[in-house]
C-alpha cells in the first residue's frame, strides 16, 4: 500500500516538475497553479516552496515533498 501511496505522490510531483530536473521551482509551481485555474504570486509561491525546503536551495525536491506529505 505504501508502495501506491509514493508511486502516486510521484505522479502528483511529476506533473509540477516541468522541466523534469527532479526540482519545483516557485516558478514551476505557480505555473501548475495557474493552470488548475487559482492564483497564486510567485511570492507566495516561494514562501510555499521555502516551507519544505530542508537544505536551503530554495526548491523541493521529491524528498521535501514526500516528508511535508508524511509530516
Same mark, same amino acid.
Given at each position: 500500500? $505504501? =508502495?501506491?501511496? /509514493? *508511486?502516486?505522490?510521484?505522479?502528483?510531483?511529476?506533473?509540477? @516538475?516541468? @522541466? %523534469? +530536473?527532479?526540482?519545483? *521551482?516557485? +516558478?514551476?509551481?505557480?505555473?501548475?497553479?495557474? &493552470?488548475? %485555474?487559482?492564483? !497564486?504570486? /510567485?511570492? /507566495? $509561491?516561494?514562501?510555499? !516552496? =521555502?516551507?519544505? @525546503?530542508? #537544505?536551503? +536551495?530554495?526548491?523541493?525536491?521529491? /524528498? &521535501?515533498?514526500?516528508? $511535508?506529505? #508524511? %509530516?
Amino acid at each position: 500500500m $505504501a =508502495d501506491i501511496v /509514493e *508511486t502516486a505522490a510521484r505522479k502528483v510531483f511529476g506533473r509540477y @516538475d516541468l @522541466d %523534469g +530536473d527532479g526540482l519545483v *521551482t516557485a +516558478d514551476e509551481y505557480r505555473k501548475i497553479v495557474s &493552470e488548475l %485555474g487559482s492564483h !497564486i504570486t /510567485e511570492s /507566495e $509561491a516561494q514562501e510555499l !516552496i =521555502d516551507s519544505v @525546503d530542508s #537544505n536551503g +536551495d530554495r526548491q523541493m525536491s521529491f /524528498e &521535501e515533498f514526500w516528508a $511535508a506529505l #508524511n %509530516g
